[in-house]
Nanobody, 129 residues
Framework: QIQLKESAGGSVQVGGSLRLSCSIT????????MAWFRQVPGQEREGFAV????????NYADSVKGRFTISVDGGGNSLHLQLNSLKPEDTAMYYC??????????????????????WGQGTQVTVSS
């Protein structure tokens, strides 16, 4: 059974940093894209950081570019997200995702929610001023 589990999030002040990890068990992702999404109550889940499990590829939404860094290690068994220079608008529930589906990936791009088959349960990040 494939499972993804995020590490605990937390509360930080504006300008602070946080590191999230996602442990993956039950499968080793090799030729797949892996991603971080976030969701604010009342809004859709938003993809903002993507990495390929094997190739040197990363993609970021403009809202986090230059502040967040996505990485993968352990042969595709661990996904990480370094969050720097945090802003109040970064407050959200954060989810890791893996298992990209080729059809939706080609049609919708790598930040679409329907691209990914496997999801973590989410972890809360709160940024306060």
């Amino acid at each position: 059974q494939i499972q993804l589990k995020e590490s605990a999030g937390g509360s930080v002040q504006v300008g602070g940093s946080l590191r999230l990890s996602c442990s993956i068990t039950g499968y080793t992702f090799v030729n797949d894209y892996m991603a971080w999404f976030r969701q604010v109550p009342g809004q859709e889940r938003e993809g903002f950081a993507v990495v390929h499990a094997y190739r040197d590829y990363r993609n970021y939404a403009d809202s986090v570019k230059g502040r967040f860094t996505i990485s993968v290690d352990g042969g595709g068994n661990s996904l990480h997200l370094q969050l720097n220079s945090l802003k109040p608008e970064d407050t959200a529930m954060y989810y890791c995702a893996a298992g990209s589906k080729r059809g939706p990936l080609a049609r919708l791009g790598d930040m679409a929610e329907s691209v990914y088959e496997f999801w973590g349960q989410g972890t809360q990040v709160t940024v306060s001023s």
